[in-house]
DNA sequence: GTGAATGCAAACTCTTTGCATGACT
DNA sequence: AGTCATGCAAAGAGTTTGCATTCAC
């Protein structure tokens, strides 16, 4: 598929704002932006590393990863979680309490929560949407109270 | 911290279920769940390997690998999403589109959503914790229509 | 010319798998 | 006794890091 006109601002936009940050423009830079642009919503970094090595570009995994790492700091792009990598388990009973989590962004704390209105919001959500939903997961990141203290 | 009531009611409930479902009593086994009942929500596998080699025991970590995919097939875990592991990343622009995902558990699919009265039970929730939110993900995980329709 | 950014390769972390040994039923 | 489950160790996937080289400014 081709970029579309956002994908295309958002290029623009991201090598701008590498500009006027005081970043060097290199072709590997451009490259890995512009893939990502084509791309769009939610690519690995594997994923960019492979599209770039089709297109011939010289272009290493490492920079793959400088470069998000760059852009995730310039929030030009955002970190999405969408299910695989590092697991973790919390024991179940059947029937038993439905949770999510919020985590500390500074010292990774989990705690979790409960809200009835976001169950009912992703219930009401999964009827309209054509997949037949049997799970969900919801992550609010933020700075737990020990961390705010400690500002 | 002791173990609660509710991860002793789990940690026995999890045994006998392994028992009933004629999976064999083994030391590692009844140890990983002690652990895990003790641990509380939202352990990784390397975190439950420490563990048990803090406790002392001779318990592998391919052990506690294979345990946990059994307890979750048994739905005696869930296995849940809390940030890091393999990272996606999608371009963002400034103020621009925010949305979520769905996941075909069959296909890997991924589509993108958008839903208001989601991001309003978020917002309203953040405020009544304790944390400093200042971002969310959300994904749910279901079939998608293709993967419906090979049923 | 100088320092930032790159590519390569090695190191690391987490997870999975093969296989011989050991333990539950 | 039979076979399920284990531990070890090796292999695999994804990511990070050190270092000499290259390239943008």
Not at 25 to 39: Q, Y
Not at 103 to 131: H, M, Q, T, Y
Request: one cysteine or more.
């Amino acid at each position: 598929m081709a970029a579309t006109d956002t994908s295309v601002d958002w290029a623009d936009h991201a090598l701008a704002r590498l500009a006027s940050d005081g970043y060097r423009s290199s072709a590997p830079r451009a490259e890995i932006i512009e893939v990502l642009a084509g791309l769009g919503c939610s690519v690995s970094a594997r994923e960019i590393t492979a599209e770039l090595q089709r297109r011939g570009s010289t272009t290493g995994s490492a920079s793959v990863y400088r470069t998000l790492e760059l852009l995730e700091r310039l929030k030009l792009v955002q970190r999405v979680v969408v299910s695989e990598g590092l697991a973790r388990y919390e024991p179940a009973l059947p029937g038993g309490d439905h949770h999510h989590h919020v985590v500390c962004d500074r010292c990774g704390k989990v705690s979790a929560f409960e809200d009835e209105a976001l169950e009912a919001a992703i219930n009401r959500l999964s009827l309209r949407l054509d997949f037949a939903i049997d799970a969900h997961d919801v992550t609010l990141r933020g700075e737990c109270p020990g961390c705010r203290r400690a500002d």
